[in-house]
């Protein structure tokens, strides 16, 4: 735990965001400041560390500290469903990316449109329009990424796990799918609704889901109450439903029996050793175990261990 008093640093100069190590490394470590600015910035920011130079008083003296902001469940378990999916490499083509790239960016109907790609395998934005990069940097800085407004932070988090569940587990029809949502972030140096809409822009040779589009405009109406919405839109089948709906707001993904059971699973334990290691009968243990495959979408235990990791639920093996 690592405490820091405002009134120690309270003439902040600079703020800069930068990744020294893997995110794993620290997680486990808290920091606590006395302001809800940086609370903000750190709590917004795609990074662990900040570093924050500044000056006391009348003096030269120039002060750095690193900061080690704790990830939440909710960024863990985000982060870790974008490592989900087993990428064939061969099919990371560059050159189908730049074509992308150059057919979005020519095309005189996406001009006005603040358009950017995000590339799941290498988890980073391939591609930000110009539009988008004039659209989201604040005045007299430079462009560095879309804020999102705070109390809208974990809503979205939220939305981008669901999202991911719908779109990962064995989804035939993602490719139909469009997701919609509504939020806010800072535009031009104030915060207001934006509404984004994401389509699946490539696939690998084996399905798995490589780049996406990001098309953001300003909503018309930026009254309150300010709640982030979203809704998934298959336009083959005309379904609209709200991926937080149907795969957050539910109860734990598992309970606790079944987390512990797939956790003695992916030590190598059989049902029958199972069953007398908890004291339940073979019966009641499979009938865990067909619940599990089933909350998770898959078919094999293999495929529910490798699930069950990246959600972050049992340790990597």
């Known amino acids: 735990m690592i405490y820091v008093p405002w009134e120690n640093i309270a003439n902040i100069n600079h703020i800069f965001h930068i990744i020294l190590f893997p995110l794993e490394i620290f997680h486990e470590l808290t920091l606590i400041i006395i302001s809800r600015e940086i609370q903000n910035v750190l709590k917004s920011a795609p990074t662990v560390f900040s570093v924050i130079l500044y000056k006391t008083g009348n003096t030269n003296r120039n002060f750095s500290f690193i900061f080690v902001y704790k990830m939440n469940t909710l960024e863990k378990e985000y982060r870790n469903l974008l490592k989900y999916q087993q990428f064939d490499r061969s099919s990371i083509d560059a050159e189908i990316l730049q074509k992308d790239i150059d057919q979005l960016s020519k095309s005189p109907f996406l001009q006005s449109c603040a358009l950017s790609i995000f590339d799941i395998y290498n988890q980073r934005h391939a591609y930000e329009s110009e539009y988008h990069k004039e659209l989201f940097k604040e005045p007299g800085k430079e462009y560095s990424e879309v ?147 089933k909350k998770f979408n898959v078919d094999t235990s293999i495929e529910a261990i490798k699930y069950a990791e990246n959600l972050g639920l049992i340790e990597y093996q």
């Open 147 to 293: 804020k999102i407004h705070p109390d809208d932070y974990e809503a979205i988090l939220k939305n981008g796990i669901a999202t991911c569940r719908h779109l990962f587990s064995h989804n035939t029809n993602a490719q139909y799918n469009k997701l919609i949502r509504e939020y806010r972030a800072l535009v031009k140096g104030k915060y207001q609704r934006i509404i984004e809409q994401m389509q699946i822009l490539e696939f690998d040779k084996i399905g798995n889901i490589w780049l996406s589009l990001s098309i953001v405009d300003i909503a018309p109406n930026q009254a309150p109450p300010y709640i982030v919405n979203s809704k998934i839109v298959n336009f083959k089948t005309g379904e609209v439903f709200s991926p937080v709906d149907k795969y957050f707001n539910q109860e734990k993904i598992l309970s606790v029996r079944e987390t512990e059971i797939i956790k003695l699973i992916a030590s190598g334990m059989l049902s029958k050793e199972i069953s007398e290691q908890l004291h339940i009968s073979v019966n009641t243990v499979n009938t865990h175990r067909q619940n599990i495959l």
